[in-house]
């Protein structure tokens, strides 16, 4: 079992910089995907970024060369550095981890924080 807390989100003017971090609690993490996730109000769940424990990434194609994702095994941490912001970014954003593969099949347990609201609007 695997619990979550994101922080990191808020409001932020268009092509600014904001810093999602997630800690993980419980066994585990090491193997496991790391990813984050968003819903913008009225559309469903995407994919943004995610970190295999082989170290495979794979980002949304409208965040590529924007994002970044990151995560510490030691500390048991995710990170997704997000630059030149844009109001079509604005959302909740979600931390995941489980057992998924690197083209964001789901084929294991999952388990999710309760997101962060990150808002780009001047």
């Known amino acids: 079992q695997v619990q979550l807390v994101e922080s990191g989100g808020g409001l932020v003017q268009p092509g600014g910089s904001l810093r999602l971090s997630c800690a993980a609690s419980g066994s585990g993490f090491s193997i496991y995907t790391v990813g984050w996730y968003r819903q913008a109000p009225g559309k469903e769940r995407e994919l943004v970024a995610l970190?295999?424990?082989?170290?495979?990434?794979n980002y949304l194609d409208s965040v590529k060369g924007r994002f970044t994702i990151s995560r510490d095994n030691v500390k048991n941490t995710v990170s997704l550095q997000m630059n030149s912001l844009k109001p079509e970014d604005t959302a909740v954003y979600y931390c995941?981890?489980?057992?998924?593969?690197?083209?964001?099949?789901?084929?294991?347990?999952?388990?999710w924080g309760k997101g962060t609201l990150v808002t780009v609007s001047s």
């Open positions: 970190l295999t424990s082989a170290g495979n990434v």
């Open positions: 995941n981890v489980g057992r998924t593969n690197y083209t964001g099949t789901q084929w294991g347990p999952q388990y």
